[in-house]
């Protein structure tokens, strides 16, 4: 029953990446789309308007490499783009695909035939260090919430950008220069529980990739907020009051 029209996708935990991956298909007459993590969604819910910006903000799980699949498929469905915002907060992009969420949250929206050919062989690579990556199709597993216990590496060899948020970085940089979209790279607000981990951030993973120019202004614009005005310490409690920044300051809404 839940596979019938893929009815699984709307009751199944991260029903945004689905709704996302299916409005990227849609043509919009807004000349301005957003992308972004589940903070960003939180500012710009993919399920709402926001008069000339079209939101297609999920969640940090799906990585890097499925924000480039879905901003691919957002202009190969012939929507004309003049600027394209990614809201994201700085960790998002440490994201290399070996988290606890990763297997409910990328294996199973992207893990197939439909978007195979977008993913590189260092995508691949960290896939198959997830257990029972091959039965992330398996019906009982579709279309539940269940996820493998999976425990990901203690630490890393890098302090912003993942290896495959580098490799898709470079991938949404090149297909924004072919269709002359212009890209901005904005922050979330940051709790100030994160401050000296932020103060830790290698500037340069970007400069030695050659991202200098899409993170230009990026770590200034970063909002440091109380922890107490986040109710998990990365999800504000009130965005709405956020919201509106960023539409006058950032966006010209």
Not at 12 to 24: C, H, P, R, T
Not at 157 to 183: C, D, G, M, N, W
């Amino acid at each position: 029953w839940l596979m019938y029209k893929d009815r699984y996708k709307s009751v199944v935990s991260g029903d945004e990446i689905y709704f996302a991956l299916k409005k990227s298909k849609s043509k919009n007459k807004n000349k301005k789309v957003l992308f972004g993590d589940s903070v960003g969604r939180q500012l710009f819910d993919c399920k709402k308007e926001h008069d000339s910006l079209n939101s297609l903000a999920s969640n940090q799980s799906i990585s890097m490499a499925g924000q480039y699949i879905l901003f691919r498929q957002y202009l190969e469905a012939g929507n004309e783009v003049d600027t394209a915002y990614f809201l994201m907060r700085p960790f998002t992009f440490k994201n290399n695909l070996d988290q606890v969420y990763s297997y409910h949250y990328f294996l199973k929206p992207f893990y197939n035939d439909e978007y195979r050919p977008y993913l590189s062989e260092a995508v691949i690579s960290q896939v198959e260090k997830l257990p029972y990556y091959r039965f992330c199709r398996y019906p009982p597993i579709l279309t539940s919430n269940w996820a493998p216990d999976f425990h990901p590496p203690d630490s890393s060899a890098y302090t912003f950008l993942s290896p495959v948020s580098v490799e898709y970085l470079k991938k949404i940089k090149a297909l924004a220069a072919e269709k002359k979209v212009s890209l901005v790279f904005l922050p979330t607000p940051v709790s100030d529980e994160y401050r000296n981990e932020l103060a830790h951030i290698q500037k340069t993973e970007i400069s030695s990739n050659g991202l200098e120019d899409i993170f230009s202004g990026y770590f200034e614009k970063i909002n440091m907020l109380p922890d107490s005005l986040f109710s998990d310490h990365s999800h504000l409690v009130h965005p709405e009051e956020y919201s509106s920044f960023y539409r006058k300051n950032y966006l010209n809404l």
